[in-house]
Protein backbone atom coordinates (compact mmCIF):
# COMPACT_ATOMS: atom_id res chain seq x y z
CA UNK A 1 0.00 0.00 0.00
CA UNK A 2 1.06 3.39 -0.96
CA UNK A 3 1.38 5.88 1.62
CA UNK A 4 -0.20 9.99 0.37
CA UNK A 5 3.99 11.00 0.38
CA UNK A 6 4.93 8.17 -1.69
CA UNK A 7 2.21 8.58 -3.97
CA UNK A 8 2.69 12.58 -4.32
CA UNK A 9 6.05 11.59 -5.65
CA UNK A 10 5.15 8.78 -7.61
CA UNK A 11 6.81 9.30 -11.12
CA UNK A 12 6.01 8.10 -14.48
CA UNK A 13 8.63 5.63 -15.87
CA UNK A 14 10.14 6.64 -18.93
CA UNK A 15 9.05 3.53 -20.30
CA UNK A 16 5.88 4.51 -19.74
CA UNK A 17 6.16 8.20 -21.64
CA UNK A 18 7.92 6.27 -24.77
CA UNK A 19 4.93 4.25 -24.54
CA UNK A 20 2.08 6.82 -24.07
CA UNK A 21 4.32 9.15 -27.22
CA UNK A 22 3.39 6.50 -29.94
CA UNK A 23 -0.26 6.53 -28.59
CA UNK A 24 -1.37 10.01 -28.51
CA UNK A 25 -3.44 9.51 -31.61
CA UNK A 26 -2.47 12.78 -33.16
CA UNK A 27 -1.45 13.31 -36.55
CA UNK A 28 2.66 13.73 -37.03
CA UNK A 29 3.03 16.72 -39.69
CA UNK A 30 5.44 19.39 -38.31
CA UNK A 31 9.04 19.08 -39.59
CA UNK A 32 11.93 21.16 -38.60
CA UNK A 33 11.00 24.33 -40.17
CA UNK A 34 7.23 24.57 -39.19
CA UNK A 35 8.56 24.02 -35.51
CA UNK A 36 10.89 26.50 -36.03
CA UNK A 37 8.35 29.17 -37.03
CA UNK A 38 6.11 27.83 -34.45
CA UNK A 39 8.67 29.07 -32.00
CA UNK A 40 9.70 32.31 -33.99
CA UNK A 41 6.06 33.00 -34.29
CA UNK A 42 5.49 32.45 -30.19
CA UNK A 43 8.26 34.13 -29.58
CA UNK A 44 8.36 37.38 -31.67
CA UNK A 45 5.01 39.00 -30.45
CA UNK A 46 3.84 40.76 -27.15
CA UNK A 47 7.79 41.38 -26.27
CA UNK A 48 8.09 43.49 -28.91
CA UNK A 49 4.89 45.06 -29.37
CA UNK A 50 3.57 45.42 -25.95
CA UNK A 51 5.84 44.84 -23.40
CA UNK A 52 8.93 46.46 -24.87
CA UNK A 53 7.16 49.74 -24.59
CA UNK A 54 6.03 49.50 -20.67
CA UNK A 55 9.43 48.02 -19.38
CA UNK A 56 11.06 50.62 -21.03
CA UNK A 57 8.38 53.46 -19.76
CA UNK A 58 8.27 52.23 -16.68
CA UNK A 59 11.20 50.76 -15.33
CA UNK A 60 14.82 51.04 -17.93
CA UNK A 61 14.66 53.76 -20.18
CA UNK A 62 16.84 53.21 -23.13
CA UNK A 63 18.44 50.47 -20.83
CA UNK A 64 16.10 48.24 -21.89
CA UNK A 65 18.59 46.93 -24.15
CA UNK A 66 20.53 45.41 -21.62
CA UNK A 67 17.20 43.52 -19.44
CA UNK A 68 16.94 41.89 -23.09
CA UNK A 69 20.57 40.76 -22.88
CA UNK A 70 19.86 39.51 -19.41
CA UNK A 71 16.48 37.98 -19.91
CA UNK A 72 18.10 36.29 -23.27
CA UNK A 73 20.80 35.09 -21.59
CA UNK A 74 18.62 33.34 -19.04
CA UNK A 75 16.11 31.77 -21.75
CA UNK A 76 19.62 30.13 -23.56
CA UNK A 77 20.40 28.33 -20.58
CA UNK A 78 17.29 27.40 -19.88
CA UNK A 79 16.91 26.23 -23.88
CA UNK A 80 19.75 24.16 -23.67
CA UNK A 81 18.10 22.39 -20.85
CA UNK A 82 14.90 21.87 -23.46
CA UNK A 83 16.39 21.11 -26.27
CA UNK A 84 18.16 18.33 -24.13
CA UNK A 85 15.10 16.81 -22.59
CA UNK A 86 13.12 17.15 -25.95
CA UNK A 87 15.61 14.80 -27.68
CA UNK A 88 15.86 12.56 -24.80
CA UNK A 89 11.96 12.33 -23.88
CA UNK A 90 9.95 13.41 -27.47
CA UNK A 91 6.77 13.47 -25.51
CA UNK A 92 3.64 16.34 -25.61
CA UNK A 93 3.53 18.23 -22.42
CA UNK A 94 6.33 19.62 -22.40
CA UNK A 95 7.60 20.83 -18.75
CA UNK A 96 5.10 19.11 -17.34
CA UNK A 97 5.61 15.75 -18.72
CA UNK A 98 9.40 16.12 -17.38
CA UNK A 99 8.63 16.84 -14.29
CA UNK A 100 6.14 13.90 -13.91
CA UNK A 101 9.38 12.08 -14.95
CA UNK A 102 11.45 13.23 -12.54
CA UNK A 103 10.09 14.72 -9.70
CA UNK A 104 6.77 13.04 -9.52
CA UNK A 105 3.00 13.84 -9.78
CA UNK A 106 2.72 16.47 -6.99
CA UNK A 107 5.65 18.99 -8.92
CA UNK A 108 4.03 17.32 -12.78
CA UNK A 109 1.08 19.63 -11.37
CA UNK A 110 2.70 22.18 -10.13
CA UNK A 111 4.20 22.82 -13.33
CA UNK A 112 1.18 22.38 -15.16
CA UNK A 113 -0.59 24.75 -12.91
CA UNK A 114 2.44 27.65 -13.03
CA UNK A 115 2.18 26.61 -17.37
CA UNK A 116 -1.15 27.77 -17.21
CA UNK A 117 -0.02 31.00 -16.24
CA UNK A 118 2.87 30.64 -18.67
CA UNK A 119 0.28 29.92 -21.81
CA UNK A 120 -3.26 30.60 -21.12
CA UNK A 121 -2.92 34.08 -19.26
CA UNK A 122 0.21 35.31 -21.41
CA UNK A 123 -2.60 34.73 -24.54
CA UNK A 124 -4.78 36.83 -22.62
CA UNK A 125 -2.34 39.24 -22.51
CA UNK A 126 -1.10 38.84 -26.26
CA UNK A 127 -4.69 39.42 -26.99
CA UNK A 128 -5.11 42.89 -25.11
CA UNK A 129 -1.80 44.29 -27.37
CA UNK A 130 -3.13 42.95 -30.21
CA UNK A 131 -6.67 44.79 -29.60
CA UNK A 132 -4.92 48.22 -29.13
CA UNK A 133 -3.20 47.77 -32.40
CA UNK A 134 -6.14 46.62 -34.25
CA UNK A 135 -8.08 49.45 -33.22
CA UNK A 136 -5.34 51.73 -34.03
CA UNK A 137 -5.16 50.20 -37.76
CA UNK A 138 -9.32 50.64 -38.14
CA UNK A 139 -8.85 53.90 -36.92
CA UNK A 140 -6.23 54.53 -39.76
CA UNK A 141 -8.55 53.14 -41.99
CA UNK A 142 -11.77 55.19 -40.97
CA UNK A 143 -13.33 52.13 -38.81
CA UNK A 144 -13.14 53.89 -35.82
CA UNK A 145 -13.79 51.95 -32.44
CA UNK A 146 -15.27 52.96 -28.83
CA UNK A 147 -12.42 53.05 -26.60
CA UNK A 148 -13.93 50.93 -24.04
CA UNK A 149 -14.51 48.00 -26.41
CA UNK A 150 -10.70 47.95 -27.03
CA UNK A 151 -9.51 48.28 -23.08
CA UNK A 152 -9.72 45.52 -20.21
CA UNK A 153 -12.36 46.68 -17.52
CA UNK A 154 -9.49 47.09 -15.01
CA UNK A 155 -5.77 49.12 -15.87
CA UNK A 156 -2.92 49.96 -14.14
CA UNK A 157 -1.16 53.12 -12.84
CA UNK A 158 1.90 52.97 -11.66
CA UNK A 159 3.55 55.26 -9.23
CA UNK A 160 6.72 55.29 -6.99
CA UNK A 161 4.79 53.12 -4.29
CA UNK A 162 4.14 50.35 -7.06
CA UNK A 163 1.08 49.48 -9.24
CA UNK A 164 -2.21 50.23 -8.51
CA UNK A 165 -5.69 48.96 -10.58
CA UNK A 166 -8.09 51.59 -11.30
CA UNK A 167 -11.71 50.70 -12.68
CA UNK A 168 -11.60 51.64 -16.44
CA UNK A 169 -15.39 51.17 -17.46
CA UNK A 170 -13.94 48.92 -20.56
CA UNK A 171 -14.83 45.70 -21.97
CA UNK A 172 -11.97 44.35 -23.99
CA UNK A 173 -14.21 42.77 -26.80
CA UNK A 174 -11.97 42.90 -29.77
CA UNK A 175 -9.43 40.49 -27.80
CA UNK A 176 -12.24 38.26 -27.02
CA UNK A 177 -13.10 37.95 -30.90
CA UNK A 178 -9.35 37.66 -32.01
CA UNK A 179 -9.13 34.41 -29.13
CA UNK A 180 -12.03 33.03 -29.99
CA UNK A 181 -10.34 32.84 -34.33
CA UNK A 182 -7.48 31.30 -32.97
CA UNK A 183 -9.96 28.72 -31.24
CA UNK A 184 -11.81 28.11 -34.43
CA UNK A 185 -8.34 27.57 -36.39
CA UNK A 186 -6.92 25.18 -33.70
CA UNK A 187 -9.68 22.87 -34.03
CA UNK A 188 -9.77 22.54 -37.19
CA UNK A 189 -6.41 21.02 -37.51
CA UNK A 190 -2.80 21.54 -36.81
CA UNK A 191 -1.50 21.04 -40.33
CA UNK A 192 -4.07 23.73 -41.42
CA UNK A 193 -2.95 26.12 -38.08
CA UNK A 194 0.59 25.48 -38.83
CA UNK A 195 0.45 26.77 -42.37
CA UNK A 196 -1.49 29.82 -41.34
CA UNK A 197 1.67 30.77 -38.69
CA UNK A 198 3.77 30.04 -40.93
CA UNK A 199 2.75 32.97 -43.48
CA UNK A 200 1.68 35.12 -40.61
CA UNK A 201 6.01 34.58 -39.11
CA UNK A 202 7.32 35.91 -42.89
CA UNK A 203 4.85 38.58 -42.62
CA UNK A 204 5.45 39.99 -39.69
CA UNK A 205 9.94 39.83 -39.93
CA UNK A 206 9.54 41.37 -42.93
CA UNK A 207 7.59 44.23 -41.18
CA UNK A 208 10.11 44.51 -38.55
CA UNK A 209 12.91 44.59 -41.02
CA UNK A 210 10.90 47.42 -42.41
CA UNK A 211 10.60 48.93 -39.43
CA UNK A 212 13.94 49.08 -38.52
CA UNK A 213 15.13 50.06 -42.02
CA UNK A 214 12.73 53.34 -41.74
CA UNK A 215 13.45 53.36 -37.79
CA UNK A 216 17.60 54.26 -38.41
CA UNK A 217 17.37 57.20 -39.95
CA UNK A 218 14.82 58.65 -38.00
CA UNK A 219 17.05 57.77 -34.65
CA UNK A 220 17.22 60.85 -32.62
CA UNK A 221 20.57 60.06 -30.11
CA UNK A 222 19.44 62.42 -27.46
CA UNK A 223 16.89 59.92 -26.93
CA UNK A 224 19.13 57.58 -25.40
CA UNK A 225 20.69 59.87 -23.04
CA UNK A 226 21.03 59.11 -20.24
CA UNK A 227 20.83 55.45 -21.59
CA UNK A 228 20.52 54.32 -18.01
CA UNK A 229 17.82 56.99 -16.36
CA UNK A 230 18.72 57.74 -12.42
CA UNK A 231 16.56 55.69 -10.49
CA UNK A 232 13.71 57.23 -8.78
CA UNK A 233 12.86 54.84 -5.89
CA UNK A 234 12.86 50.76 -5.74
CA UNK A 235 12.67 49.94 -9.45
CA UNK A 236 12.40 52.65 -11.18
CA UNK A 237 15.12 52.99 -13.26
CA UNK A 238 18.52 52.64 -12.74
CA UNK A 239 20.11 49.17 -12.36
CA UNK A 240 17.27 47.95 -10.47
CA UNK A 241 14.74 49.10 -13.39
CA UNK A 242 16.96 47.11 -15.79
CA UNK A 243 16.43 43.79 -14.03
CA UNK A 244 12.93 44.62 -12.98
CA UNK A 245 12.55 45.40 -17.08
CA UNK A 246 14.01 41.97 -17.69
CA UNK A 247 11.38 40.31 -15.14
CA UNK A 248 8.70 41.71 -17.03
CA UNK A 249 9.80 40.94 -20.41
CA UNK A 250 11.20 37.83 -19.56
CA UNK A 251 7.71 35.56 -20.63
CA UNK A 252 7.98 37.21 -24.28
CA UNK A 253 10.96 34.56 -24.71
CA UNK A 254 9.30 31.44 -23.47
CA UNK A 255 7.96 30.81 -26.98
CA UNK A 256 11.12 28.93 -27.76
CA UNK A 257 8.92 26.28 -24.93
CA UNK A 258 6.20 26.19 -27.38
CA UNK A 259 8.03 23.88 -29.33
CA UNK A 260 8.49 21.59 -27.29
CA UNK A 261 4.61 21.25 -26.44
CA UNK A 262 4.17 19.93 -30.36
CA UNK A 263 6.56 16.35 -29.45
CA UNK A 264 3.53 14.19 -30.12
CA UNK A 265 2.50 16.10 -33.78
CA UNK A 266 6.76 16.26 -34.99
CA UNK A 267 7.83 13.92 -37.73
CA UNK A 268 10.94 13.39 -36.17
CA UNK A 269 11.11 14.92 -32.49
CA UNK A 270 14.44 14.02 -31.10
CA UNK A 271 16.44 15.73 -34.13
CA UNK A 272 14.11 18.48 -34.93
CA UNK A 273 13.13 19.72 -31.38
CA UNK A 274 16.17 21.23 -30.11
CA UNK A 275 17.07 22.39 -33.87
CA UNK A 276 13.54 24.54 -33.60
CA UNK A 277 14.48 25.44 -30.20
CA UNK A 278 17.79 27.16 -30.45
CA UNK A 279 16.90 28.62 -33.88
CA UNK A 280 14.11 30.03 -32.95
CA UNK A 281 15.12 31.41 -30.06
CA UNK A 282 18.62 32.93 -31.78
CA UNK A 283 16.04 34.34 -34.39
CA UNK A 284 13.94 36.22 -31.67
CA UNK A 285 16.93 37.82 -29.87
CA UNK A 286 18.28 39.02 -32.83
CA UNK A 287 15.18 40.74 -33.35
CA UNK A 288 14.45 42.04 -30.33
CA UNK A 289 17.48 43.71 -29.80
CA UNK A 290 17.07 45.78 -33.55
CA UNK A 291 13.74 46.97 -32.82
CA UNK A 292 14.17 47.85 -29.03
CA UNK A 293 17.36 49.93 -30.14
CA UNK A 294 14.97 51.66 -32.90
CA UNK A 295 12.41 51.98 -31.03
CA UNK A 296 13.97 54.27 -27.57
CA UNK A 297 15.49 56.38 -30.34
CA UNK A 298 12.72 57.31 -32.64
CA UNK A 299 10.71 57.93 -29.30
CA UNK A 300 11.67 59.21 -25.84
CA UNK A 301 10.88 56.16 -23.68
CA UNK A 302 8.86 58.33 -21.31
CA UNK A 303 6.00 57.75 -24.28
CA UNK A 304 6.03 54.43 -24.72
CA UNK A 305 3.85 53.17 -21.53
CA UNK A 306 0.96 52.44 -23.88
CA UNK A 307 -0.28 49.14 -25.58
CA UNK A 308 0.75 50.19 -28.87
CA UNK A 309 4.46 51.57 -28.33
CA UNK A 310 5.42 50.56 -32.28
CA UNK A 311 2.48 52.65 -33.51
CA UNK A 312 3.72 55.71 -31.74
CA UNK A 313 6.92 55.45 -33.13
CA UNK A 314 5.62 55.03 -36.70
CA UNK A 315 3.66 57.94 -36.07
CA UNK A 316 6.71 60.07 -34.65
CA UNK A 317 9.11 58.70 -38.29
CA UNK A 318 6.20 60.98 -40.18
CA UNK A 319 5.29 57.91 -42.60
CA UNK A 320 1.78 57.03 -42.95
CA UNK A 321 2.19 54.26 -44.97
CA UNK A 322 4.48 52.42 -43.27
CA UNK A 323 2.20 53.23 -40.50
CA UNK A 324 -0.38 51.25 -41.90
CA UNK A 325 1.38 48.15 -42.47
CA UNK A 326 3.28 47.93 -39.42
CA UNK A 327 0.33 48.37 -37.47
CA UNK A 328 -1.00 44.89 -40.02
CA UNK A 329 2.26 43.78 -39.16
CA UNK A 330 1.64 43.72 -35.68
CA UNK A 331 -1.44 42.48 -35.88
CA UNK A 332 -0.51 39.61 -37.83
CA UNK A 333 2.66 39.16 -35.54
CA UNK A 334 -0.01 38.83 -32.39
CA UNK A 335 -2.48 36.84 -34.02
CA UNK A 336 0.63 34.60 -34.67
CA UNK A 337 1.81 34.38 -31.00
CA UNK A 338 -2.04 34.23 -30.08
CA UNK A 339 -2.34 30.74 -31.78
CA UNK A 340 1.08 29.52 -30.78
CA UNK A 341 0.31 30.07 -27.13
CA UNK A 342 -3.06 28.28 -27.27
CA UNK A 343 -1.90 25.39 -29.04
CA UNK A 344 0.42 24.60 -26.36
CA UNK A 345 -1.51 25.38 -23.19
CA UNK A 346 -4.18 22.67 -25.16
CA UNK A 347 -1.29 20.15 -25.38
CA UNK A 348 -0.51 20.60 -22.29
CA UNK A 349 -4.41 20.10 -21.18
CA UNK A 350 -4.81 17.13 -23.44
CA UNK A 351 -1.37 15.61 -21.97
CA UNK A 352 -2.79 15.70 -18.15
CA UNK A 353 -6.10 14.93 -18.78
CA UNK A 354 -4.76 11.92 -20.43
CA UNK A 355 -2.94 11.13 -16.73
CA UNK A 356 -6.14 11.60 -15.21
CA UNK A 357 -5.16 15.14 -13.48
CA UNK A 358 -8.23 17.33 -15.64
CA UNK A 359 -11.41 16.57 -16.38
CA UNK A 360 -11.41 13.97 -19.66
CA UNK A 361 -12.51 16.24 -21.93
CA UNK A 362 -9.68 18.18 -21.94
CA UNK A 363 -8.07 15.08 -23.32
CA UNK A 364 -10.96 13.86 -26.18
CA UNK A 365 -9.89 14.30 -29.51
CA UNK A 366 -12.13 15.32 -32.77
CA UNK A 367 -13.15 12.03 -34.60
CA UNK A 368 -12.15 13.45 -37.63
CA UNK A 369 -9.28 16.40 -36.69
CA UNK A 370 -7.75 14.69 -34.52
CA UNK A 371 -7.63 17.55 -31.75
CA UNK A 372 -7.94 18.22 -28.50
CA UNK A 373 -11.17 20.11 -28.95
CA UNK A 374 -13.30 20.58 -26.19
CA UNK A 375 -10.34 21.63 -24.04
CA UNK A 376 -9.20 24.46 -26.44
CA UNK A 377 -12.99 25.96 -26.85
CA UNK A 378 -12.91 25.81 -22.75
CA UNK A 379 -9.51 27.30 -23.16
CA UNK A 380 -10.21 30.11 -25.12
CA UNK A 381 -13.47 30.59 -23.08
CA UNK A 382 -11.25 31.44 -19.99
CA UNK A 383 -8.50 33.60 -21.89
CA UNK A 384 -11.25 35.59 -23.29
CA UNK A 385 -12.75 36.49 -19.68
CA UNK A 386 -9.50 37.35 -18.65
CA UNK A 387 -8.47 39.47 -21.64
CA UNK A 388 -11.37 41.31 -21.57
CA UNK A 389 -10.93 42.66 -17.78
CA UNK A 390 -7.54 42.07 -16.50
CA UNK A 391 -4.62 44.84 -16.90
CA UNK A 392 -1.74 43.60 -19.56
CA UNK A 393 0.64 44.87 -16.56
CA UNK A 394 -0.46 42.14 -13.65
CA UNK A 395 -1.12 39.66 -16.47
CA UNK A 396 2.69 39.59 -17.46
CA UNK A 397 3.96 39.96 -13.87
CA UNK A 398 1.79 36.78 -13.55
CA UNK A 399 3.00 34.84 -16.16
CA UNK A 400 6.67 36.12 -15.87
CA UNK A 401 6.63 34.12 -12.52
CA UNK A 402 4.96 31.23 -13.96
CA UNK A 403 7.68 31.00 -16.69
CA UNK A 404 10.74 31.50 -14.29
CA UNK A 405 9.33 28.54 -12.07
CA UNK A 406 8.97 26.35 -14.83
CA UNK A 407 12.24 26.94 -16.98
CA UNK A 408 14.22 26.98 -13.73
CA UNK A 409 12.71 23.27 -13.48
CA UNK A 410 13.26 21.85 -16.02
CA UNK A 411 17.32 22.90 -15.66
CA UNK A 412 17.31 21.13 -12.88
CA UNK A 413 15.21 17.92 -13.81
CA UNK A 414 18.21 18.24 -16.81
CA UNK A 415 20.37 17.55 -13.87
CA UNK A 416 18.63 14.71 -12.49
CA UNK A 417 18.20 12.73 -15.18
CA UNK A 418 21.71 12.55 -16.03
CA UNK A 419 22.41 11.13 -12.73
CA UNK A 420 19.08 8.86 -12.65
CA UNK A 421 19.90 7.51 -16.07
CA UNK A 422 23.27 8.18 -17.01
CA UNK A 423 23.12 5.78 -20.23
CA UNK A 424 19.91 7.22 -21.35
CA UNK A 425 20.13 7.97 -25.26
CA UNK A 426 20.17 11.92 -25.56
CA UNK A 427 20.68 13.00 -29.34
CA UNK A 428 21.51 16.54 -28.06
CA UNK A 429 23.61 17.22 -25.10
CA UNK A 430 23.69 20.86 -22.81
CA UNK A 431 27.36 22.03 -23.57
CA UNK A 432 30.12 22.92 -21.18
CA UNK A 433 29.63 20.18 -19.17
CA UNK A 434 30.09 19.71 -15.47
CA UNK A 435 31.12 18.66 -12.05
CA UNK A 436 30.76 15.46 -9.90
CA UNK A 437 30.28 16.10 -6.09
CA UNK A 438 29.80 13.14 -4.20
CA UNK A 439 28.75 10.98 -7.57
CA UNK A 440 26.10 13.76 -8.41
CA UNK A 441 26.38 15.34 -11.78
CA UNK A 442 25.83 18.67 -11.41
CA UNK A 443 25.78 20.74 -15.06
CA UNK A 444 27.26 24.14 -15.89
CA UNK A 445 24.26 25.18 -18.00
CA UNK A 446 21.47 23.67 -16.00
CA UNK A 447 23.06 25.95 -12.73
CA UNK A 448 23.82 28.77 -14.47
CA UNK A 449 19.81 28.14 -15.84
CA UNK A 450 18.53 28.14 -12.36
CA UNK A 451 20.90 30.94 -11.43
CA UNK A 452 19.07 33.19 -13.89
CA UNK A 453 15.88 32.20 -13.16
CA UNK A 454 16.14 32.80 -9.85
CA UNK A 455 17.82 36.46 -10.92
CA UNK A 456 14.19 37.18 -13.16
CA UNK A 457 12.19 36.04 -10.44
CA UNK A 458 13.48 38.07 -7.38
CA UNK A 459 12.63 41.83 -8.98
CA UNK A 460 8.91 40.33 -9.25
CA UNK A 461 8.82 38.64 -5.83
CA UNK A 462 10.47 42.26 -3.96
CA UNK A 463 7.86 44.41 -5.92
CA UNK A 464 5.09 42.31 -5.09
CA UNK A 465 5.62 42.22 -1.23
CA UNK A 466 6.53 45.78 -1.70
CA UNK A 467 3.13 46.69 -3.37
CA UNK A 468 1.33 44.42 -0.51
CA UNK A 469 3.21 46.35 2.37
CA UNK A 470 2.24 49.63 0.85
CA UNK A 471 -1.04 48.83 1.03
CA UNK A 472 -1.77 47.44 -2.25
CA UNK A 473 -2.84 43.94 -1.79
CA UNK A 474 -4.19 43.19 -5.15
CA UNK A 475 -1.51 41.82 -7.02
CA UNK A 476 -0.21 39.61 -4.25
CA UNK A 477 -3.47 38.26 -3.79
CA UNK A 478 -4.02 37.60 -7.19
CA UNK A 479 -0.82 34.95 -7.11
CA UNK A 480 -1.42 33.63 -3.66
CA UNK A 481 -5.55 33.07 -4.74
CA UNK A 482 -4.13 31.88 -8.11
CA UNK A 483 -1.95 29.31 -6.13
CA UNK A 484 -4.74 28.43 -4.00
CA UNK A 485 -7.32 27.83 -6.52
CA UNK A 486 -4.28 25.20 -7.77
CA UNK A 487 -4.27 23.54 -4.54
CA UNK A 488 -7.96 22.88 -4.67
CA UNK A 489 -8.21 21.84 -7.86
CA UNK A 490 -5.38 18.95 -7.23
CA UNK A 491 -6.60 17.74 -3.94
CA UNK A 492 -10.55 18.05 -5.10
CA UNK A 493 -10.18 16.18 -8.68
CA UNK A 494 -6.42 15.28 -9.50
CA UNK A 495 -5.52 13.67 -6.63
CA UNK A 496 -8.32 11.29 -6.83
CA UNK A 497 -8.52 10.73 -10.33
CA UNK A 498 -4.75 10.24 -11.56
CA UNK A 499 -4.30 7.52 -13.55
CA UNK A 500 -1.38 7.00 -11.63
CA UNK A 501 -2.91 6.60 -8.63
CA UNK A 502 -5.30 4.22 -9.58
CA UNK A 503 -3.53 1.49 -9.55
CA UNK A 504 -2.93 1.39 -5.76
CA UNK A 505 -5.27 4.05 -3.44
CA UNK A 506 -3.39 5.54 -1.11
CA UNK A 507 -3.34 5.12 3.13
CA UNK A 508 -2.64 7.71 5.32
CA UNK A 509 1.07 8.05 6.18
CA UNK A 510 1.98 6.85 9.55
Known amino acids: MQTVSS ?95 TTGELSAWVIGWLMLLEYGIAGAAVSSGLSGYLASLLADLGMGIPGWLHVSMISTVTTQGGQHLVWSGGFNLLAMLAIAAVVVLLVRGVAESAAVNSVIVVIKLGVLLLFVLFGVGAIHRANWVPFIPPNQGGFRFGVPGIFRAASVIFFAYMGFETVSTAAAEARNPQRDMPRGILSALLLSTVAYLCVAAVLTGVVPYQRLGVPDPLAIAVDAMHYPALGLVVKFGAVAGL ?128 DLVGSALHGNMLPLSLLVGYLLLGAAAYVGYGYRHSQLGRAEPPRAAV
Open 335 to 462: SSVLLALTYGQSRIFYTMARDGLLPALFGRLHPKRRTPWLGTIVLGVCMAAAAATLPIAIIGDLVSLGTTASFGIVCVTVMWHRNRFPDAPRPFRVPLGGIKVKGIWIGTVPTLGVMFCLLMALPLLI
Open 7 to 101: RLLQRKTPEAITREAGETGMLRTLGPLQLTLLGVGSIIGAGIYVMTGNAAANYAGPAILLSFVLAGMACVFAALCYAELASAMPVAGSAYTYAYA
